[in-house]
C-alpha cells in the first residue's frame, strides 16, 4: 500500500449467497480526497461501500484501511477503527432513531469515545453550526425537520468523531433538486475545511461531477474505468462511461450531437447471472466476437485505467471508437 493511500481495495469480492454483488473490485482513496463511485441501482456499488464499513463481508481480497488490514478485523477491534470510518446513508429519516433528540443522536457516539457532558453539550453545539443548524435545534426530535435538515443531522453524526473516511451512500438521491445542490455544496464545504475523504456512491454522475477529484464507474459487481474527474467528463474511455454521460442531459446532448451515437438502451442483466466475457458486452454498441467470450483486464492503474478491449483504439477525443463494421 503506498504510503499516501487512506484506503485500498484489493481484487474485493462480496456477495450474499451464491450471488456474487462485488467481484474483483480494485479502488483506492488518498486521504482528503473525493471519489465518485457511480453505476446504475443494482451494480453492486452500495454494497462496496457496505464491505469498506464492515457491514458487508469480504469473500475474498482485501480492505486496506490506513495500511491496516481491516477485512477480518475482530469486531472488538474494529471499535478502535470505526470512529474514523463513518457513512451518511440515502435515507435520513430512516437513518435517525425517532424518538431521540438531536442530542442524544448526536451525544451517543461522543460518549461511546468517552468524552464527558460538558465537552459533549459542546462539541453538539460546535456540529450543528459546521451543518448549518442552530444550537436550539438540538433539542428536537427528527420529524421536526425537513429532508434536507434531517440529512444535514446525518453529516454531523458522522462528523462527530472527526472522521478520515465517510461512505456516503445516495445521500442526497432522496432530497429535492434546490436542496440537493445545498447539500452538496455543504458536504464539499466540509471536505475543504476538515479535510476527510469522501467515497460518494451516486447512480447519477451529474450529481459526483461537481464534487469528486475522481469517479469510478461500475458495471455488474465489476470497476469498469477510474480516472481523474475531469478526464472522465472530457474523454471517457469505457463505452459505459460514455452511456452513463449520454444519460445526463446537458452534457448528453453535446456528447450526443458531437459523436452522432444513440444512447446505449437496455436493462442491466440480473447479478445473479452475468454475461459471459465482458459482462457489459449484451448492451454495448461496440461489442466485438471476443467481447463474449474473454473478459477484458483491467488496464492502468488503480487511479487511472479502463477495462475494455478496445480502450487501445483512443481516439482523439479520448473515447473508444465504433468498428467501421459492427457485428
Ligand atoms: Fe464493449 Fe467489448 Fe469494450 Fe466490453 S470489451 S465495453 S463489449 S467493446
Same mark, same amino acid.
Given at each position: 500500500?503506498?504510503?499516501?493511500? !487512506?484506503?485500498?481495495?484489493?481484487?474485493?469480492?462480496?456477495?450474499?449467497?451464491?450471488?456474487?454483488?462485488?467481484?474483483?473490485?480494485? !479502488?483506492?482513496?488518498?486521504?482528503?480526497? #473525493?471519489?465518485?463511485?457511480?453505476?446504475?441501482?443494482?451494480?453492486?456499488?452500495?454494497?462496496?461501500?457496505?464491505?469498506?464499513?464492515? *457491514?458487508?463481508?469480504?469473500?475474498?481480497?482485501?480492505?486496506?484501511?490506513?495500511?491496516?488490514?481491516?477485512?477480518?478485523?475482530?469486531?472488538?477491534? *474494529?471499535?478502535?477503527?470505526?470512529?474514523?470510518?463513518?457513512?451518511?446513508?440515502?435515507?435520513?429519516?430512516?437513518?435517525?432513531?425517532?424518538?431521540?433528540?438531536?442530542?442524544?443522536?448526536?451525544?451517543?457516539?461522543?460518549?461511546?469515545?468517552?468524552?464527558?457532558?460538558? &465537552?459533549?453539550?459542546?462539541? /453538539?453545539?460546535?456540529?450543528?453550526?459546521?451543518?448549518?443548524?442552530?444550537?436550539?435545534?438540538?433539542?428536537?426530535?427528527?420529524?421536526?425537520?425537513?429532508?434536507?435538515?434531517?440529512?444535514?443531522?446525518?453529516?454531523?453524526?458522522?462528523?462527530?468523531?472527526?472522521?478520515?473516511?465517510?461512505?456516503?451512500?445516495?445521500? /442526497?438521491?432522496?432530497?429535492?433538486?434546490? /436542496?440537493? &445542490?445545498?447539500?452538496?455544496?455543504?458536504?464539499?464545504?466540509?471536505?475543504?475545511?476538515?479535510?476527510?475523504?469522501?467515497?460518494?456512491?451516486?447512480?447519477?454522475?451529474?450529481?459526483?461531477?461537481?464534487?469528486?477529484?475522481?469517479?469510478? /464507474?461500475?458495471? !455488474?459487481?465489476?470497476?469498469?474505468?477510474?480516472?481523474?474527474?475531469?478526464?472522465?467528463?472530457?474523454?471517457?474511455?469505457?463505452?459505459?462511461?460514455?452511456?452513463?454521460?449520454?444519460? #445526463?442531459?446537458?452534457?448528453?446532448?453535446?456528447?450526443?450531437?458531437?459523436?452522432?451515437?444513440?444512447?446505449?438502451?437496455?436493462?442491466?442483466?440480473?447479478?445473479?447471472?452475468?454475461?459471459?466475457?465482458?459482462?457489459?458486452? +449484451?448492451?454495448?454498441? !461496440?461489442?466485438?466476437?471476443?467481447?463474449? +467470450?474473454?473478459?477484458?483486464?483491467?488496464?492502468? +492503474?488503480?487511479?487511472?485505467?479502463? &477495462?475494455?478491449?478496445?480502450?487501445?483504439? #483512443?481516439?482523439?477525443?479520448? &473515447?473508444?471508437?465504433?468498428?467501421? +463494421?459492427?457485428?
Amino acid at each position: 500500500m503506498a504510503e499516501a493511500e !487512506l484506503l485500498r481495495l484489493e481484487e474485493l469480492c462480496v456477495g450474499y449467497g451464491a450471488v456474487r454483488v462485488v467481484d474483483r473490485a480494485e !479502488l483506492s482513496l488518498r486521504p482528503g480526497e #473525493v471519489v465518485g463511485l457511480v453505476g446504475e441501482s443494482g451494480c453492486g456499488k452500495s454494497t462496496l461501500g457496505k464491505a469498506i464499513l464492515r *457491514l458487508a463481508d469480504a469473500e475474498a481480497g482485501r480492505i486496506l484501511f490506513e495500511g491496516q488490514d481491516i477485512t477480518h478485523l475482530p469486531e472488538r477491534r *474494529l471499535r478502535s477503527v470505526r470512529p474514523r470510518l463513518q457513512m451518511i446513508f440515502q435515507d435520513p429519516f430512516a437513518s435517525l432513531n425517532p424518538r431521540k433528540t438531536v442530542a442524544a443522536i448526536l451525544e451517543a457516539p461522543l460518549r461511546q469515545a468517552g468524552m464527558g457532558r460538558a &465537552a459533549r453539550q459542546a462539541r /453538539v453545539a460546535e456540529l450543528l453550526g459546521q451543518v448549518g443548524l442552530k444550537a436550539e435545534h438540538a433539542a428536537r426530535l427528527p420529524h421536526e425537520f425537513s429532508g434536507g435538515q434531517r440529512q444535514r443531522i446525518g453529516i454531523a453524526r458522522a462528523l462527530a468523531l472527526e472522521p478520515k473516511l465517510i461512505v456516503c451512500d445516495e445521500a /442526497v438521491s432522496a432530497l429535492d433538486v434546490s /436542496v440537493r &445542490a445545498q447539500v452538496l455544496n455543504l458536504l464539499a464545504d466540509i471536505r475543504q475545511r476538515m479535510g476527510m475523504a469522501l467515497l460518494f456512491i451516486s447512480h447519477d454522475l451529474s450529481v459526483v461531477r461537481h464534487i469528486s477529484d475522481r469517479v469510478a /464507474v461500475m458495471y !455488474l459487481g465489476r470497476i469498469v474505468e477510474v480516472g481523474p474527474a475531469a478526464r472522465i467528463f472530457a474523454a471517457p474511455r469505457h463505452p459505459y462511461t460514455q452511456a452513463l454521460l449520454d444519460a #445526463v442531459p446537458d452534457i448528453g446532448r453535446r456528447r450526443r450531437f458531437a459523436r452522432g451515437a444513440a444512447p446505449i438502451a437496455g436493462e442491466m442483466p440480473s447479478i445473479a447471472a452475468p454475461p459471459a466475457g465482458c459482462r457489459f458486452h +449484451t448492451r454495448c454498441p !461496440l461489442a466485438e466476437a471476443r467481447c463474449r +467470450t474473454e473478459a477484458p483486464a483491467f488496464r492502468g +492503474t488503480a487511479s487511472d485505467g479502463v &477495462a475494455c478491449h478496445l480502450a487501445a483504439s #483512443v481516439g482523439s477525443a479520448g &473515447a473508444a471508437q465504433p468498428a467501421a +463494421t459492427e457485428p
